[in-house]
Structure formats: structure tokens, C-alpha cells
């Protein structure tokens, strides 16, 4: 037995530790720097149909994630709190005009966020399964919601509106460029604010309630507290996804594109990724965005006319399924572990 | 001499007409190690979910600290100083000793959800003060080595000490351990049973703990209360318990 205080501080922030945290911020900014310069080299369609989705499904992912993945609350509602926070944002944007973007968006996503905690209180009474019927029914609210009412669209005649023109400080962002700025800046900023929650007390106490509630309430974690926290931050994150997905990716708001297959995509996305982790969020989100891609590319110039499109079509889903289910196969824990597991291989293999 | 810290006055409980606990009372001394034994079935376990909230009595009273009440919120309790360790691990098993430790302090905080967010006020100082404490008590039960390991990887006698860590880390003033050498050697036990009796002399820690080991018991423990079926059969030191015909009767004799 040790006395108390000594032989315990050693490695606490010790140099070696000090150092890799460095390293790491280091690769951070040169990943974004690199991130940054992509519009001097990409084309229209590359910012538009892969990089600018690809980055929102990433933030959509890591709200779905905080929830799901670190606080153990399964939902499937992400596709209705994104309409939130796009419908939000839109309605802020045309009554109150003269708030700067970044704000707005802000406000979209704390509204979001409070819709998220009522949605969330189910979570204090059920789990698992339940709960995750609980969140379904929550979707099919909003959708209703927002198709039901025509305040939330302005009285539009159609279906979907068409996005007001985005802008900062009187710089135009309509441009490919400035949308996938707007959205790279918006997921960096987001991604290190997640990043020192989920290492926080905050991010303790979510990890505790998804691992054994009852111990939690007993040691005298606030359980309830922690839950609806959980749904807040996850829904404010979420509902700025949401509101992106409208402005900077499709330039209409619309309900029919935030249905519940926008919510299983979201968690399918982590699901394969790698839940309760922060990298798997961007892995999921290029799995789920750009293979369909890079199918599609593919199988077009090797069967293009060779085989009838619609057929090829359903042969790219089917060879999709089977890539989810050969990867999750292969690490339960979804890909980021995966790739981190490969890297440590190859680290190894150099050290010797 | 001083109010006892721990107070029961005629406690029952029963599950669906079952009694588990019959009019049960006796007083924890402040500072004492206080083993409550009784074969499986006695209401033992029942009796530590009473204390800390977990379940509620049917009738009687418990004054814990000058505090008298027939029910307390679990989350309460803790606040109040309880402090408790599991019979089946409870530990949150993807996370590391640490931060199992670490949560064993969340109670304590004053840091706010923006707060963490940002890193702003009292954040910084909060995190490094909170390390110290837990790195403090990882220190004192030798688990230094084990300090970043998840703990679902650990040998279960580890998980166990990891238990009693994250219980002590807060410093309650009264600590409920639900059995914490079920399944150990022998070494194990004796190096748990030092654990123990460091904890309760150096912060001087009120324990009430559950334990079948005898030996374990009458080296380790002030006071010892004997249950059968719910009911008190023996209160006193461990001497005058393995003297008690009573508890002889219904425990000590019988073959384990």
C-alpha cells in the first residue's frame, strides 16, 4: 500500500503525453488547412455532390453519436430535429433579417436542441427498444408538423421553399466555394466543442449512464439530467446539420427530405463508424455518402449499357448491403476501430 | 459518547408479503467497521438498499448523521456521504480506472454543461483538482499501474478494488460494501480486508460491510450484527457474537 500523494502524479501530463497531444493538434490543423484549400483544385460538382453532403452527414453523425454512441439513448428521430433546425433557421432568417448567419444558425440549432429535451423526456421512464419507438414517433410528428402547417414554410404554395441567400459580414457564401467553407468551418468548430465535452464531467457522466444507469444514480450522477443534457447538445448539433443540409447543400427547405430514411441513414452511419467515437463519425459519413458514389461511378463505366440502369441500380444497393454487413463482420466496434487497429499494425511493424 | 452515525429503528420490509426485514434495529457507531453476516436469504443486501435509497421500508426509521427519514433518493444519499460499492460488478466497463474513479466524483461538481464546453471558468481548475483526488486514491489502493486500462479488462479482484475507489474517491463518511471479497483467494481477501481498514483509520470512514468469510469478519470488523431471516440474532463485538447460542444456532454452526 502506498502512502497518499506520492508515486501518483507521475504520468499526469507527463512530457510524452504532452507531446502526442501536440502532434495531434498539429495533424488537426494541417487536416483542415488541406480541408481548406480543396476549392483551389475540386470542381463544382465535387464540392456539391460529394464534399458539401459528405461533411453534413459527418455532423449529423456526431449529434446522432453524442447521444447514442456516448449516453447510450438510441434514437431515431434525427432526420425530424434536422427539419427543426432547418425550418428554425429559415424562419429566423426571414423575420429577423438583420442577425448575422453564424447566430442564426446558433439559435436554429438551440431550438432544435429544447425540441430534442421533449422528445428526450420518454428517456427518463424507458430504454432500448421502447425508447427507440418513442423517438420514431417524434419523426413522424415534425414531418406532419411542418407539411401540416404553413407558418413554418411562410404559406408557400409548393411543398418546398427555396433557401434565402446566405451571406457573412456582406461576403456572399452562395457560391460551391463559400457553401463548403461555410459547412468545413461549421463541422471544425463543432467537432472540437464535442471533443471537450465527451472528455469533460459532462461526457463522464453520458458514458456512465450508458454503461450501468443504476450505479450512476446510486454514486450520485444526476441520471435525469445527464439524459436530457445528452438530447439537448445532440439535437442543437443535429438541428445546424438540418439547417446546413437545406441552405449550403440542396437551397430548399424541405420536410421530405429529413424522413425517417434520412434518420436510419444518420444511424447506420455511426453504426459503421464506430460508436462512442468521434473519428467513426466522418468514416460513417463517407461510407454512407461517397461509396453509393464511387459505385454508381464504377459500375456505370464497367456495365454502363451493358446492363438495364434500373437493374444495376438495385445491384449497387445490394452490393452496398453486403459491404455493411462484411465490415460490421469484421469489427463489430464499426470502422474507425478498425483503421485504428490497422494503424497500430503498421506503427509496429516499422518500431521493430 | 458521541450519536451513532447510523441509526435503524424497527425496519421492515417485505416483497409481495414476504418478509425480508422484521422490526430490525441496532446503531453503526461513527468510525467503526460494522459487518453485518447471516446466511444467504437473511436481507443483508436488502438491508444496504434501505440504507442508501435504493428500496424503500415498508415501516421504521433511519437517521443517518443527525438526519432521520424513511425514504432517501439514492442520488441524495450519495450527496449526504453514502457511499457504496456493488455485490455484482457495477462498474461502467468501457471506460478506463480513471475515469471510473473520476465519476465516483461528478457529485462534487460545480462546473456547468457550458462550461465544459467551452473550457471556460472554473472548468480547468475543477478537472486538475478532480485528477489530483482521483489519482490520489488510485495511488493509496495500489492501481497506479492499471490507471489507464478500460476496466472490463482487468482481473475481477482489480474490478473490485476499482469498486472501492470509485466509493472512497468522494470521501463519504459512511461506506456500504455489498460483499467486496465475494470470489477471492485468499491473498485477495487479506489484501481487501488491509484495503479496508487503511481507508477506514486514514479518512476515518465509517464502514458497514456484508462479508461470509468468518474469518474475514472477526479480523477485520469493531461490531458485528447477525441476521436470519430478516430478523437480528446477534449485535456486538466479535467475541460476544461467536459466543452467542443464538447465532451459533442459526449460523455459525452450520457448515459453509
Same mark, same amino acid.
Given at each position: 500500500?502506498?502512502?497518499?500523494?506520492?508515486?501518483?502524479?507521475?504520468?499526469?501530463?507527463?512530457? %510524452?503525453?504532452?507531446?502526442? $497531444?501536440?502532434?495531434?493538434?498539429?495533424? !488537426?490543423?494541417? @487536416? @483542415?488547412?488541406?480541408?481548406?484549400?480543396?476549392?483551389?483544385?475540386?470542381? %463544382?460538382?465535387?464540392?456539391?455532390?460529394?464534399?458539401?453532403?459528405?461533411?453534413?452527414?459527418?455532423?449529423?453523425?456526431?449529434?446522432?453519436?453524442?447521444?447514442?454512441?456516448?449516453?447510450?439513448?438510441?434514437?431515431?428521430?434525427?432526420?425530424?430535429?434536422?427539419?427543426?433546425?432547418?425550418?428554425?433557421?429559415?424562419?429566423? @432568417?426571414?423575420? &429577423?433579417?438583420?442577425?448575422?448567419?453564424?447566430?442564426?444558425?446558433?439559435?436554429?440549432?438551440?431550438? $432544435?436542441?429544447?425540441?430534442?429535451?421533449? !422528445?428526450?423526456?420518454?428517456?427518463?421512464?424507458?430504454?432500448?427498444?421502447?425508447?427507440?419507438?418513442?423517438?420514431?414517433?417524434?419523426?413522424?410528428?415534425?414531418?406532419?408538423?411542418?407539411?401540416?402547417?404553413?407558418?413554418?414554410?411562410?404559406?408557400?404554395? $409548393?411543398?418546398?421553399?427555396?433557401?434565402?441567400?446566405?451571406?457573412?459580414?456582406?461576403? %456572399?457564401?452562395?457560391?460551391?466555394?463559400?457553401?463548403?467553407? &461555410?459547412?468545413?468551418?461549421?463541422? !471544425?468548430?463543432?467537432?472540437?466543442?464535442?471533443?471537450?465535452?465527451?472528455?469533460?464531467?459532462?461526457?463522464?457522466?453520458?458514458?456512465?449512464?450508458?454503461?450501468?444507469?443504476?450505479?450512476? $444514480?446510486?454514486?450520485?450522477?444526476?441520471?435525469? !439530467?445527464?439524459?436530457?443534457?445528452?438530447?439537448?447538445?445532440?439535437?442543437?448539433?443535429?438541428?445546424?446539420?438540418?439547417?446546413?443540409?437545406?441552405?449550403?447543400?440542396?437551397?430548399?427547405?424541405?420536410?421530405?427530405?429529413?424522413?425517417? %430514411?434520412?434518420?436510419?441513414?444518420?444511424?447506420?452511419?455511426?453504426?459503421?463508424?464506430?460508436?462512442?467515437?468521434?473519428?467513426?463519425?466522418?468514416?460513417?459519413?463517407?461510407?454512407?455518402?461517397? &461509396?453509393?458514389?464511387?459505385?454508381?461511378?464504377?459500375?456505370?463505366?464497367?456495365?454502363?449499357?451493358?446492363?438495364?440502369?434500373?437493374?444495376?441500380?438495385?445491384?449497387?444497393?445490394?452490393?452496398?448491403?453486403?459491404?455493411?454487413?462484411?465490415?460490421?463482420?469484421?469489427?463489430?466496434?464499426?470502422?474507425?476501430? &478498425?483503421?485504428?487497429?490497422?494503424?497500430?499494425?503498421?506503427?509496429?511493424?516499422?518500431?521493430? | 459518547?458521541?450519536?451513532? =452515525? #447510523?441509526?435503524?429503528?424497527?425496519?421492515?420490509?417485505?416483497?409481495?408479503?414476504?418478509?425480508?426485514?422484521?422490526?430490525? *434495529?441496532?446503531?453503526?457507531?461513527?468510525?467503526?467497521?460494522?459487518?453485518?453476516?447471516?446466511?444467504?436469504?437473511?436481507?443483508?443486501? *436488502?438491508?444496504?438498499? =434501505?440504507?442508501?435509497?435504493?428500496?424503500?421500508?415498508?415501516?421504521?426509521?433511519?437517521?443517518?448523521?443527525?438526519?432521520?427519514?424513511?425514504?432517501?433518493?439514492?442520488?441524495?444519499?450519495?450527496?449526504? +456521504?453514502?457511499?457504496?460499492?456493488?455485490?455484482?460488478?457495477?462498474?461502467?466497463?468501457?471506460?478506463?480506472? #480513471?475515469?471510473?474513479?473520476?465519476?465516483?466524483?461528478?457529485?462534487?461538481?460545480?462546473?456547468?454543461?457550458?462550461?465544459?464546453?467551452?473550457?471556460? +471558468?472554473?472548468?480547468?481548475?475543477?478537472?486538475?483538482?478532480?485528477?489530483?483526488?482521483?489519482?490520489?486514491?488510485?495511488?493509496?489502493?495500489?492501481?497506479?499501474?492499471?490507471?489507464?486500462?478500460?476496466?472490463?479488462?482487468?482481473?475481477?479482484?482489480?474490478?473490485?478494488?476499482?469498486?472501492?475507489?470509485?466509493?472512497?474517491? +468522494?470521501?463519504?463518511?459512511? #461506506?456500504?460494501?455489498?460483499?467486496?471479497?465475494?470470489?477471492?483467494?485468499?491473498?485477495?481477501?487479506?489484501?481487501?480486508?488491509?484495503?479496508?481498514?487503511?481507508?477506514?483509520? *486514514?479518512?476515518?470512514?465509517?464502514?458497514? #460491510?456484508?462479508?461470509?468469510?468468518? *474469518?474475514?469478519?472477526?479480523?477485520?470488523?469493531?461490531?458485528?450484527?447477525?441476521?436470519?431471516?430478516?430478523?437480528?440474532?446477534?449485535?456486538?463485538?466479535?467475541?460476544?457474537?461467536?459466543?452467542?447460542?443464538?447465532? =451459533?444456532?442459526?449460523?455459525?454452526?452450520?457448515?459453509?
Amino acid at each position: 500500500m502506498t502512502a497518499i500523494g506520492t508515486d501518483t502524479i507521475e504520468g499526469f501530463g507527463s512530457t %510524452d503525453e504532452t507531446a502526442r $497531444s501536440w502532434l495531434r493538434i498539429a495533424l !488537426a490543423v494541417a @487536416l @483542415l488547412a488541406g480541408l481548406a484549400a480543396v476549392p483551389l483544385v475540386a470542381n %463544382d460538382y465535387w464540392l456539391n455532390a460529394v464534399l458539401i453532403p459528405f461533411l453534413i452527414m459527418s455532423l449529423t453523425a456526431l449529434g446522432l453519436n453524442l447521444l447514442m454512441g456516448y449516453a447510450g439513448q438510441a434514437s431515431l428521430g434525427s432526420g425530424g430535429f434536422m427539419a427543426v433546425g432547418a425550418y428554425a433557421t429559415y424562419n429566423i @432568417l426571414l423575420r &429577423l433579417p438583420e442577425l448575422p448567419l453564424p447566430v442564426n444558425l446558433l439559435l436554429g440549432g438551440v431550438i $432544435s436542441g429544447l425540441v430534442g429535451v421533449i !422528445a428526450g423526456l420518454p428517456s427518463l421512464r424507458i430504454k432500448g427498444f421502447y425508447l427507440v419507438a418513442s423517438t420514431l414517433a417524434a419523426q413522424f410528428v415534425l414531418e406532419w408538423l411542418f407539411n401540416q402547417y404553413g407558418w413554418f414554410s411562410n404559406y408557400s404554395t $409548393s411543398s418546398s421553399i427555396s433557401a434565402p441567400r446566405l451571406a457573412i459580414l456582406g461576403h %456572399d457564401l452562395s457560391s460551391p466555394t463559400g457553401r463548403y467553407l &461555410l459547412t468545413l468551418a461549421t463541422v !471544425a468548430i463543432v467537432t472540437v466543442v464535442a471533443i471537450r465535452l465527451v472528455r469533460s464531467q459532462t461526457g463522464r457522466t453520458w458514458m456512465a449512464i450508458r454503461d450501468m444507469d443504476t450505479a450512476a $444514480s446510486v454514486i450520485g450522477i444526476p441520471v435525469a !439530467a445527464g439524459k436530457l443534457k445528452a438530447f439537448f447538445v445532440s439535437s442543437l448539433v443535429i438541428g445546424i446539420a438540418g439547417a446546413l443540409w437545406a441552405f449550403a447543400y440542396l437551397g430548399t427547405v424541405d420536410a421530405r427530405s429529413f424522413n425517417l %430514411d434520412r434518420s436510419f441513414q444518420v444511424m447506420f452511419a455511426i453504426i459503421i463508424g464506430g460508436m462512442g467515437s468521434i473519428s467513426g463519425n466522418y468514416v460513417g459519413a463517407a461510407f454512407m455518402i461517397l &461509396l453509393p458514389i464511387l459505385l454508381d461511378h464504377v459500375g456505370g463505366a464497367v456495365f454502363g449499357g451493358a446492363i438495364d440502369p434500373g437493374q444495376l441500380e438495385n445491384l449497387q444497393k445490394a452490393l452496398f448491403g453486403a459491404l455493411i454487413v462484411w465490415f460490421l463482420i469484421k469489427e463489430p466496434r464499426g470502422l474507425a476501430a &478498425l483503421l485504428s487497429r490497422a494503424w497500430t499494425q503498421l506503427a509496429s511493424r516499422f518500431e521493430r | 459518547m458521541a450519536e451513532p =452515525i #447510523l441509526q435503524l429503528r424497527d425496519v421492515s420490509l417485505s416483497f409481495k408479503g414476504i418478509k425480508a426485514l422484521n422490526a430490525l *434495529s441496532f446503531d453503526v457507531e461513527r468510525g467503526e467497521i460494522c459487518a453485518l453476516i447471516g446466511p444467504n436469504g437473511a436481507g443483508k443486501s *436488502s438491508l444496504l438498499n =434501505i440504507i442508501n435509497g435504493v428500496y424503500r421500508a415498508d415501516s421504521g426509521s433511519v437517521s443517518f448523521d443527525g438526519e432521520r427519514f424513511v425514504r432517501i433518493r439514492p442520488a441524495r444519499a450519495a450527496h449526504l +456521504g453514502i457511499g457504496r460499492t456493488f455485490q455484482h460488478n457495477a462498474l461502467f466497463r468501457h471506460l478506463s480506472v #480513471l475515469d471510473n474513479v473520476l465519476a465516483g466524483l461528478i457529485r462534487h461538481s460545480r462546473t456547468t454543461l457550458i462550461e465544459h464546453a467551452f473550457g471556460l +471558468g472554473r472548468d480547468r481548475s475543477e478537472t486538475r483538482a478532480f485528477g489530483r483526488r482521483a489519482d490520489e486514491i488510485i495511488g493509496f489502493l495500489d492501481l497506479a499501474r492499471h490507471r489507464d486500462r478500460v476496466v472490463s479488462t482487468l482481473p475481477y479482484g482489480v474490478q473490485k478494488r476499482v469498486d472501492l475507489a470509485r466509493a472512497l474517491v +468522494g470521501r463519504p463518511s459512511l #461506506l456500504l460494501l455489498d460483499e467486496p471479497m465475494a470470489g477471492m483467494n485468499q491473498d485477495e481477501k487479506r489484501e481487501m480486508s488491509s484495503f479496508v481498514l487503511e481507508a477506514n483509520r *486514514s479518512f476515518r470512514t465509517t464502514v458497514v #460491510l456484508i462479508e461470509h468469510d468468518m *474469518s474475514v469478519v472477526m479480523g477485520l470488523s469493531h461490531h458485528v450484527v447477525v441476521l436470519d431471516y430478516g430478523r437480528k440474532v446477534g449485535d456486538g463485538t466479535p467475541e460476544e457474537v461467536r459466543r452467542n447460542p443464538d447465532v =451459533i444456532a442459526a449460523y455459525l454452526g452450520t457448515v459453509h
